[in-house]
């Protein structure tokens, strides 16, 4: 049985093909949203002039000298590109000079972008023309105050003094905020390195959206006063099959359901094997493990494959990195991670091995076994035959039966 996996977000996504003997049982399982269409560019820019509980840019930004525009960093797939061409249209309508305007990633506790990775989220045409910068965790952000948690909120000086604050992203199923999207981009996005550190020590669930670790980044952005955030789900292929636009947490909030409708994936029970594979997030691996119920249905002694597949390899990370082995990592590094009890082999596939950076997700354990060339794993996995469960989009899978809590 030929599968082909999604691979390379924002490089030309290009499939990664996988084959397994025919009579092994192979279910597939991918979220319900895959194959939704794509929207036309008319489409997208008329959701932006259309918000939810705000008014529109085009009216909120009157008077305003200057606009920054956040936007979510290389790590997510997010194509931003036509979403932001939207926004500057609707920022001239109100009068803000395009001179005016620019742009600021959001990379949180990640490496700084360059040139070719604010392309690849962009497009040549704003890179050409407008100023576009990396936050800098360490340096440059300003004090705000103090969240219901009393963790101080410290965020990026050059978004924080902007006239008008647009900030873009996406919406997938996270392990800590309940959903990525809605204030995730304030915070860790563009927050200094201390107030990153002190919100990760906040309590979290996969969809509860009001947790502790929940509150605190929307009152980051409250902190913040942003006008409008803009958040989009993608179909398979990576492109923008649904947006809202509107007050900071009521894209979250108000579609709750309909979101997790949109990443329903079906929950394969009592496998031999899980493959589950990174697309959206490739360069943070352990997302596809982390979903919740993703293991829970390996039979004991059964195997994972973790496959993901960006040449950027993992991402470089100033929070979880391990940064060598003469000290401590970064500032939350946790030194070790357990594969399951139930779980007998941990299979890492992956075109791009980097050993080093991988060591932050504790990919390259003893006892694990990296394997460029699907053929090395299926070598030593053997010949008889299995029960196996495929996600192709482990990082954005929201299983059946682990949906509604809120």
Request: aromatic residues 10%.
């Amino acid at each position: 049985m030929l599968i082909q996996l999604p691979a390379h977000s924002l490089y030309g996504n290009e499939p990664v093909d996988v084959q397994f003997p025919n009579d092994w049982d192979v279910q597939v399982s991918s979220f319900q949203g895959e194959s939704e269409p794509a929207l036309t560019e008319r489409e997208i820019a008329e959701a932006i002039r259309h918000p939810n509980c705000t008014p529109p840019i085009r009216e909120a930004a009157k008077g305003c000298k200057n606009a920054v525009i956040i936007f979510d960093d290389i790590t997510r797939a997010t194509p931003v590109g036509p979403i932001a061409k939207a926004v500057i249209a609707e920022l001239e309508e109100a009068g803000v000079p395009r001179e005016k305007i620019e742009f600021m990633a959001a990379v949180g506790g990640h490496r700084a972008m360059c040139r070719e990775d604010f392309v690849r989220k962009l497009g040549e045409d704003i890179v050409n023309e407008f100023r576009v910068w990396s936050h800098n965790p360490f340096f440059n952000c300003v004090y705000l105050g103090k969240t219901s948690q009393q963790i101080p909120i410290e965020l990026n000086a050059e978004c924080v003094y902007a006239d008008f604050k647009v900030a873009i992203g996406a919406i997938f199923p996270h392990v800590s905020t309940g959903a990525g999207g809605g204030g995730k981009i304030i915070l860790p996005g563009i927050a200094s390195m201390e107030t990153i550190r002190r919100w990760h020590l906040t309590d979290s669930g996969m969809w509860l959206t009001d947790s502790d670790c929940r509150r605190t980044v929307t009152e980051a952005a409250d902190l913040l006063g942003l006008n409008i955030k803009i958040d989009v789900l993608m179909n398979g292929r990576g492109e923008i099959a649904r947006v809202y636009a509107g007050d900071c947490e009521s894209n979250l909030q108000d579609h709750y359901d309909e979101i997790q409708r949109f990443f329903c994936t079906r929950h394969v029970p009592d496998v031999d094997l899980v493959l589950t594979n990174n697309y959206f997030k490739p360069t943070e691996p352990n997302c596809a493990l982390v979903q919740m119920g993703m293991l829970e249905t390996i039979r004991p002694g059964g195997d994972i494959i973790l496959s993901y597949h960006s040449p950027q390899g993992c991402a470089c990370h100033y929070v979880w990195g391990k940064w060598g082995d003469s000290g401590i990592g970064g500032c939350m590094y946790r030194k070790q991670w357990r594969i399951p009890e139930n779980v007998n082999r941990f299979f890492v596939f992956t075109k791009y091995p980097d050993f080093a950076t991988s060591s932050s997700y504790h990919l390259n354990e003893d006892g694990n076994f990296f394997a460029r060339q699907w053929g090395e794993i299926m070598d030593a996995l053997g010949k008889s035959p299995r029960r196996v469960a495929v996600y192709p989009y482990g990082d954005a899978c929201c299983f059946e039966d682990k949906m509604g809590t809120r």
